[in-house]
């Protein structure tokens, strides 16, 4: 699971100079510490400005609506993700390696950003376009890649459609268990595990004459 397009803020329809890209960072960050602490009905614009040391009327040059603040946090919720994975997996002599790389670093930024990874989950309730493109986003990028790694011979050839979506599925779940819901877990472990399985699948291997 590896993964890089496109920028935080968007240069193109975001902020134009340093001091309102910075405002805005602040806005999304306070953002996502509140919907992740209250929940998206619970929260209140105040809220998110009193966090982000910012004015009401600030808030209202960058975002219209509380909706479209949260939509904009699933956004860069994405973007961040997919940053954080390209980073862990830059160096991959593989794809193989990449996956077990992006793995383990999906489950650490997960751990890191619980707060976010709980946003992307409310979306799928509050906002279900966003939800479903910050998934589309990552799936187009990510089957291009299996499809290269395929005709380089770094991987099997298949239906990279469908082994996308298998395996950003795995990973969803994985991070919720092991990144939301349980903090002593072994990362480590968690991602050889998730590897092995993706590397060598679930049929038995024989060794000597016998099965394992």
Do not use: C
């Not at 992740?36 to 619970?42: F, I, K, P, S, T």
């Not at 376009?129 to 187009?140: G, I, K, P, Q, R």
């Not at 779940?173 to 819901?181: H, T």
């Amino acid at each position: 699971m590896s993964q890089h397009s496109g920028s935080e803020i968007d240069e193109r329809s975001g902020p134009k100079t340093e001091r309102g890209r910075r405002t805005l960072r602040k806005l999304l960050d306070a953002a996502g510490e509140e919907f992740g602490a209250r929940g998206y009905h619970e929260t209140a614009i105040s809220h998110i400005t009193t966090r982000a040391g910012v004015g009401l009327g600030t808030f209202y040059v960058y975002f219209k609506s509380k909706e479209e603040v949260f939509r904009a946090l699933v956004a860069d919720m994405g973007v961040r993700t997919r940053h954080a994975l390209a980073d862990a997996v830059k160096d991959a002599p593989n794809r193989l390696e990449a996956e077990r790389l992006g793995i383990r670093a999906f489950l650490e930024f997960a751990r890191a950003n619980k707060s976010l990874y709980r946003v992307v989950m409310e979306a799928q309730f509050v906002a279900p376009e966003a939800y479903a493109a910050y998934y589309l986003v990552f799936s187009d990028a990510y089957r291009q890649q299996l499809s290269q790694a395929a005709a380089r011979g770094e991987i099997s050839k298949g239906d990279d459609e469908v082994r996308v979506w298998a395996l950003m599925g795995a990973s969803t779940f994985l991070g919720l268990k092991y990144g939301l819901w349980e903090n002593d877990a072994d990362v480590d472990a968690v991602s050889e595990a998730a590897a092995d399985l993706m590397i060598n699948g679930l049929a038995p291997r024989v060794k000597n004459g016998d099965a394992t």
